[in-house]
């Protein structure tokens, strides 16, 4: 599992793994010259990231290039030859013999075709000529070409279903940058047809499009003549209209008229106000006789006349009033004290007589103001009769006399009012009328003008030459076009050796074969061990005593990679066919030779060929051992080799397969390891088959062998992939207190298991069986369930700390089927979001029982980050 303190944004259960340090050996791989090897240490780059991973990541590696051609330069070198061979050949006999036949046009520029011009539109002109150019190859061109006597006949169109679409396809128009010509070409096997069609469609595009757009611009300078004709007799009308117009104004000014306009104006707006005036006196008039016969019927008395705030105004200035009130006031303060004084208020006999005293004030000043009402109101009635000066002093006889007269005048001023209002409104209208007329005028006079120029124009345009011309026909060729012949065959014998040679390199470039021992560790993140020479049945061996020591030099290096020397040594390779049997023996032969009592064990199940290394007969065995049908001194046998033992092959079937994975296969082990100084197992691939991950956890190093010019890197970085992350290398090789670094891990992860990931919230321990706990060869665990504060939904987290070999074989993909499950969907790798930052690498799958279906994530820590072993298929 990953770092405790990481916060996920989902679930994941799985088993950790405490990474080997830095620079430790742990395991083995080699690459160098035939044969090489190379310790499985913590890689130089991430799992999954290497740069053998992709074959082309970084572009082209021209060395690696360069190795690729030394591997397969003969096939590659004869494919090429016999490619070109063929192509050069086959396109010199099937290109038939052409001969080309053009017709050469030219495309003036528009300038010499105006007068005083130097400018040249190069956009217009490169328009016009690439229209010409379509317009040349155009369906209605060529249909009027084949209409010519004599073309349809031809023996190149008369096989042609569709003639015209052949011509479209066959005719070719070329037109020279920076020139004015335009080719009109045709290649074809008898020379006089295609001379013949390429005039025939010249003539046509010369009739029926250039002698045409001749006959369009004629047409378009009568058109303009006959346009100009007419406006300039509408322009006379018009003139003629407009003169008349400003003669029965008196002017052609439009100012001159505004000005006059503007007087009326004026004049209209002093007899409106005159007319506002007379209309206000009559109304003046009409209310004071309305009140004085109000007045005569009784209908407004006196008193009713004179307005009540008035006479309120009035009685606030009489003396007595105002005495009045002003001891009511003091009154009422009194008996605002002495209620405040007295305990008991409202009911103490001095505020009962202040009381009697207030009401008798109040009821004085009521009497005061009703003695003064008819005084007031008799007072203000003979003011308003002095001051009287204006029609309500005169008699209601004058006023009548006078409102009749007020009529008369008001009515002759509406009259004199309506007849200057209309003239001005005739006025502005003549006016605005005129203004109009002068605009239409001057709009149609400038229309006329330009008609006038671009006619004078089109005349001239009309006497210069036609802007396409023909400058020669099509004449028959003499000369076929055997130089272009010899020129395609060469390209196309070119074309062929370099797809033959290309193909035959590029497919052995991408299958990224180990060339160089750097290579491993530059590309997959080893070091290199050493180097043996290639022993093959088929071609020359080797010296002995040169096989001998480098296998001995490799030998050294791995008796001294680690604190102690390891007594079990797992040899395997990516895939068959890589040395490893070949390596495994003479590594045997090497330790056997040291001094040491040494057992070659053939760990490859399926396929035994560690016998044929050692000369011996294949017999019972390795499976055997596995099933229990002998015992381990029942299947050592000797070997030519002093000090050298070997238990072979033997019979394998699906029992032994399973007995991998059981407890009997590591007694075995044991029981080696105890009689033998050392131990060399020949696995089987690490990619074709679980066999070498299951015996590298009873391994106390792993080599991995690779062979130049076999090996592809690909699979031998994903064979590095899956024993660096599924655990196949162990304490032994660290260098490290492994027991004590576990139980420090396990307190840590116990105590600091975060119990909050985001939505995530801690919500009751599960209970782990203490049978599943061994197995996985648990120090500390975490078993927990969380809920999803958001989605209410439920996760279960189980985290072991335990040793790499023992976690990586507790995984669910072991543990479910076990427990009764059958697998829904099967594992693969996903990638999940980590909320602080970052993604986590875990498997994923699905497991059923019955009704009930479980999604398990599982992960391992691998340098602090979750990581999921890459599946690379052999």
Excluded at 217 to 242: F, G, P
Excluded at 277 to 301: N, P, Y
Excluded at 823 to 852: C, M, N, Y
Aim: glycine share 6%; proline share 5%; aromatic share 4%.
């Amino acid at each position: 599992m990953s770092d405790p303190n990481t916060q996920p944004d989902g679930s994941a259960s799985t088993a950790t793994m405490p990474p080997a340090q830095a620079g430790q050996p742990g395991g083995m791989l080699a690459p160098l010259r035939d044969t090489a090897l190379a310790p499985v240490q913590q890689p130089q780059v991430s799992p999954g990231g290497r740069d053998a991973a992709d074959p082309l990541a970084g572009g082209i590696d021209y060395r690696r290039l360069w190795h690729s051609f030394r591997r397969c330069w003969l096939p590659a070198s004869a494919l090429a030859l016999l490619l070109a061979t063929l192509g050069g050949i086959a396109t010199w006999f099937l290109m038939p013999r052409n001969y080309e036949a053009v017709a050469w046009l030219r495309v003036r520029d528009n300038r010499q075709g105006m007068v005083n011009s130097t400018y040249r539109d190069s956009e217009e002109y490169e328009a016009y000529r690439k229209t010409q150019v379509q317009l040349i190859k155009s369906p209605f061109v060529l249909t009027a070409a084949l209409r010519q006597p004599g073309v349809t006949s031809l023996a190149s169109l008369a096989e042609q279903q569709d003639q015209v679409g052949w011509l479209v396809r066959s005719i070719q128009v070329s037109a020279p940058m920076e020139s004015e010509v335009v080719q009109v070409r045709l290649r074809g096997e008898n020379a006089k047809e295609v001379t013949q069609i390429v005039n025939a469609v010249t003539q046509a595009y010369l009739t029926d499009v250039v002698n045409k757009e001749k006959a369009e611009r004629l047409q378009r300078r009568d058109m303009l003549e006959r346009k100009y004709k007419e406006n300039m007799a509408e322009v006379r009308s018009r003139l003629d209209t407009y003169h008349n117009l400003a003669k029965s104004l008196g002017t052609s000014d439009s100012a001159e008229v505004a000005t006059q306009r503007s007087l009326l104006l004026d004049h209209v707006s002093t007899l409106r106000a005159q007319l506002n005036h007379m209309q206000r006196d009559l109304t003046v008039l009409d209310s004071e006789l309305a009140v004085m016969d109000a007045k005569e019927r009784g209908e407004i008395t006196l008193e009713q006349s004179v307005p009540e705030e008035i006479v309120d105004a009035m009685v606030r200035r009489d003396p007595q009033f105002v005495e009045l009130r002003d001891h009511l006031a003091s009154i009422e303060e009194a008996i605002t004290f002495q209620h405040e004084r007295s305990a008991r208020g409202g009911n103490e006999p001095a505020v009962k007589r202040l009381q009697t005293m207030r009401e008798g004030l109040r009821q004085r000043l009521e009497e005061r103001v009703e003695e003064l009402r008819p005084q007031i109101v008799a007072q203000v009635t003979a003011d308003a009769a002095t001051r009287r000066a204006g029609p309500a002093a005169e008699s209601p006889m004058v006023l009548r006399k006078r409102r009749e007269i007020l009529i008369r005048q008001i009515e002759q001023a509406m009259k004199d009012y309506d007849k200057v209002a209309a003239e001005a409104k005739t006025l502005g209208q003549a006016n605005a009328d005129l203004s109009a007329r002068k605009q239409e005028i001057d709009q149609l006079m400038r229309v006329t003008d330009q008609m006038g120029v671009q006619l004078n124009a089109t005349e001239i345009d009309i006497s210069m030459p036609n802007r396409v011309e023909l400058i020669e026909e099509a004449s028959v060729p003499e000369g076929s076009d055997k130089l272009l012949r010899l020129a395609v065959s060469v390209m196309a014998a070119a074309a062929g050796l370099v797809l033959g040679g290309g193909s035959v390199v590029a497919l052995e470039y991408m299958r990224d074969r180990m060339s160089m021992p750097d290579e491993a560790t530059q590309r997959v993140g080893l070091r290199v061990l050493g180097t043996v020479p290639r022993i093959s049945r088929s071609r020359h061996r080797p010296n002995d005593g040169h096989v001998s020591e480098c296998v001995d030099g490799v030998r050294a290096v791995v008796m001294q990679a680690g604190r102690e020397a390891p007594k079990v040594i797992l040899v395997t390779s990516a895939v068959e066919h890589e040395g490893k049997t070949t390596l495994a023996a003479q590594l045997a032969a090497s330790l056997a030779r040291s001094g040491r009592r040494t057992l070659l064990l053939d760990g490859d199940l399926r396929h035994p060929n560690a016998h044929l290394a050692l000369g011996l007969d294949l017999r019972s065995g390795f499976p055997e051992l596995l099933r229990g049908d002998i015992v381990n001194d029942e299947a050592v046998q000797p070997t030519s080799v002093d000090g050298l033992f070997a238990v072979t092959g033997g019979s394998c079937d699906y029992a032994a397969i399973t007995a991998l994975s059981r407890p009997e296969m590591a007694k075995v082990i044991k029981g080696f390891r105890e009689s033998f100084d050392h131990v060399v197992i020949d696995a089987g691939p690490v990619l074709n088959f679980a066999d070498s991950l299951l015996l590298g956890q009873q391994s106390d190093v792993v080599i991995l062998a690779t062979m130049r010019d076999v090996s592809r890197l690909p699979l031998v970085s994903g064979a590095v992939d899956r024993t660096f992350v599924q655990g196949m290398w162990t304490e032994r090789w660290t260098g490290r207190r492994v027991g004590e670094e576990l139980n420090r891990a396990a307190k840590l992860l116990e105590s600091r298991f975060p119990k909050t990931f985001g939505d995530w919230e801690y919500e009751r321990e599960l209970e782990s069986s203490a049978a599943e706990l061994q197995r996985a060869g648990a120090v500390g665990h975490v078993s927990r369930l969380y809920r999803n504060k958001r989605t209410k939904a439920r996760i279960s987290a189980f985290v072991v700390c335990a040793r790499p070999h023992d976690a990586s074989g507790h995984t669910p993909d072991r543990c479910y089927p076990g427990a009764g499950f059958t697998i829904g969907e099967p594992e693969h790798r996903e990638t999940i979001p980590l909320q602080g930052g970052g993604a986590a690498e875990t498997f994923t799958g699905t497991f059923v029982k019955s009704d009930h279906a479980l999604r398990v994530f599982w992960t391992y820590g691998v340098l602090g980050n979750p990581a999921a072993a890459e599946q690379v298929d052999a």
